[in-house]
């Protein structure tokens, strides 16, 4: 053992030596010799030593530390002695500023406390200006440029129209009436859309822009053409076609190559025309009653039109214009429809109406093949 090692342990039993080996010396504690104890042992009424500081040690003036005193020599790990604030013996009060809360430290770079910043009022939130927003700008519509809509609204309003008219036409006239009056209303919607097409393609510039269906005038007049032309033409015949078949008046060929009439007890029967249409056979009949009484000339069951080989039609009374009762005196024209045709190839044929039970025939009605 060193030599300075000893003179350090003199006075200190040889038990507590033999503990402090390899303890530095800024760890041991203090020896008391008058007491023969370590300083801060239990028994020491100068309080326990930890680390090299006593804690709960009473001073010389009767006062209470109330905490440790710092080792009162220097060590490797502590250089210079540290002393507490609670070394002395009066304890500093301390003291809280003016106008401070408790346990908290005011700063002039600190936000202002929470109660402070809800009773400060924020100020009014500002309203957003208004976004004010140009006015859409309407350019005019490019030159020759024809608004298809429009053409084909006023050809469907000309065309539907006309139908109509021709439609009412045909079931209160009493014959067919012709093919060319069917020809009227597409042919004058064709020209209405074309004329519309053209006004419009020139004041195209007037108008603002921005129409789906706006096209050139080029295309527009081809559409015209298919639609209005062809689609309209197409449609005329599709409804008189449906017309013509509903009320029997289809036109047809006359097969009656001269009128024949027949006399019986003042009844003179004239048949003055044979229709062959697509689906009837149309008999145009004047009846002249010379007697004093009127008669009854009923078609349903009655009527027939038969041929020399036979075959016979019998009348369609929905289908006819006809009077049941012819006056005293008067002449009555009407029209008697069959459903169908004789077999071709006969020329000959009569015609049978009854008054009562006496039937009246006109034969022979010669026909063209």
């Known amino acids: 053992m ?7 342990w003199i006075g200190v039993p040889k038990g507590a030596r033999d503990e402090w080996i390899g303890v530095p010396k800024g760890g041991r504690p203090e020896w008391d010799p008058d007491a023969g104890q370590p300083a801060g ?52 009060a301390l003291s809280q500023p003016d106008g401070g809360q408790a346990n908290w430290a005011e700063s002039a770079g ?5 109660f402070e910043q809800q009773e400060q009022q924020s100020p009014p939130a500002r309203e957003p200006e208004p976004v004010r927003r ?74 603002p822009a921005g129409g789906r269906l706006d096209v050139p005038v080029i295309v527009a007049i081809v559409v015209v ?42 009844l003179t029967v004239t048949v003055e025309n044979v229709t062959y249409t697509s689906h009837f056979t149309r008999v145009e009949v004047a009846v002249s009653n010379g007697g004093d009484q009127s008669l009854s000339l009923p078609l349903d069951g009655q009527a027939a039109f038969t041929g020399e080989d036979g075959n016979s039609l019998k009348a369609d009374g929905f289908r006819s214009q006809w009077k049941d009762s012819i006056a005293a005196g008067s002449v ?4 008697i429809t069959f459903k169908g045709h004789l077999p071709e190839g006969l020329t000959v044929a009569t015609l049978t109406l009854k008054s009562g039970d006496a039937p009246i025939a006109v034969p022979g009605l010669a026909l063209s093949n």
């Open 332 to 335: 009555e024209r009407g029209t």
């Open 110 to 114: 600190w936000p202002d406390s929470a």
């Open 225 to 266: 053409l298919l639609g209005v032309g062809v689609g309209g033409f197409a449609l005329t015949a599709g409804v008189e076609y449906a017309a013509g078949y509903i009320t029997g008046k289809e036109s047809g060929e006359d097969r009656l190559l001269k009128p024949v009439a027949k006399t019986t007890a003042g």
């Open 41 to 92: 042992s239990p028994d020491d009424p100068r309080g326990e030593w930890v680390g090299g500081a006593r804690i709960g040690w009473v001073d010389e003036d009767g006062g209470s530390a109330g905490g440790a005193a710092w080792a009162a020599y220097p060590s490797a790990d502590n250089p210079e002695p540290a002393r507490s604030p609670w070394s002395t013996p009066k304890r500093p």
């Open 134 to 207: 140009k006015p859409p700008t309407t350019e005019p519509a490019p030159a020759g440029y024809v608004r298809l809509v429009r053409v084909l609204l006023v050809a469907a309003a000309v065309l539907g129209l006309g139908l109509v008219i021709n439609l009412v036409a045909t079931f209160f006239a009493d014959g067919a009436g012709g093919t060319l009056r069917w020809l009227v209303p597409p042919a004058i919607a064709l020209i209405a859309a074309m004329v519309v097409a053209l006004i419009d393609a020139v004041s195209s510039e007037d108008r």
């Open 2 to 8: 060193p030599e300075g090692v000893r003179e350090e």
